[in-house]
């Protein structure tokens, strides 16, 4: 069909690169919060506050479009902060 773009030029387009570049962000950003999060010892893994944000970071972000992830990962950095500030008990 002469209307019809071929696949190679869809592969290239300016959209497609824009969501892969954001993909991509977003994963990053996913892997940087879980890393923090990781770093709490295994009494804050026991927290709920913890496995909330574990469950975020995991499941729910794998749910989520790629549009609503940054909100997913907003929500998972405020959790973490949250445990940060928790008494050193943990």
Request: proline content about 4%.
């Amino acid at each position: 069909m002469p209307h019809r773009r071929s696949i190679a030029s869809l592969a290239n387009s300016p959209q497609r690169r824009r969501f892969r570049e954001r993909y991509n962000e977003l994963e990053v950003r996913r892997a940087k919060l879980l890393a923090r999060l990781h770093l709490f010892g295994e009494a804050a893994q026991r927290h709920p506050v913890y496995k909330h944000a574990e469950t975020l970071l995991n499941v729910t972000f794998r749910k989520e479009k790629v549009a609503q992830r940054a909100a997913v990962l907003k929500s998972a950095a405020w959790l973490i902060s949250l445990l940060e500030q928790l008494p050193r008990i943990l």
